[in-house]
């Protein structure tokens, strides 16, 4: 059986605040969206810039956490796997939605103060962590991926 690799990593900012929901089981889901950007030379030396927007979709736990950390313009890191919704509207026209369902989250700004005083330590980072130079482990491989949530639970 060959294997296939379904990963999506972003680095950028938000474009809107998170919302949060529940799904009838309860479940927390948080989306929100993130831009990312990209300059080039051209061949006459002019420099180019284009901005990507990207759906993000959070899950249970990770969702609290998008939810309660983030906000308009807050530099993130998420990393996860694409997937792509289709519907039908009330004229009968398909409709396709590509997202990203994050499975890690990464606030890349410095430390603010959260609602209640608080303050965000333990998530908050100024760069992405570079890997530790050490010895390769071998990990198990996974046969198998099981979905924490059906697609039918997503209340948007």
């Known amino acids: 059986m060959s294997r296939s690799i379904n990963q999506a990593t972003i680095l950028g900012n938000l474009t809107r605040d998170p919302e949060m929901r529940y799904t009838p089981s309860g479940a927390a889901v948080t989306s929100f969206g993130v831009a990312t950007n990209r300059s080039w030379k051209t061949q006459d030396g002019s420099v180019r810039e284009e901005t990507e927007f990207h759906n993000i979709v959070a899950w249970n736990k990770l969702a609290e956490l998008c939810s309660q950390l983030l906000q308009k313009g807050t530099r993130v890191y998420v990393q996860g796997r694409l997937q792509t919704r289709s519907w039908d509207d009330t004229s009968g026209a398909k409709h ?43 990990k198990p491989q996974v046969e198998e991926l099981k979905e924490d949530v059906a697609g039918e639970e997503i209340p948007f």
Request: hydrophobic share 35%; charged share 35%.
């Open 96 to 138: 396709y939605k590509t997202e990203v369902i994050a499975d890690d989250m990464v606030v890349l700004d410095r430390m603010r103060p959260l609602p209640g005083g608080a303050v965000s330590e333990e998530v908050v980072h100024d760069r992405v962590p570079e890997a530790p130079e050490s010895p390769k482990e071998e």
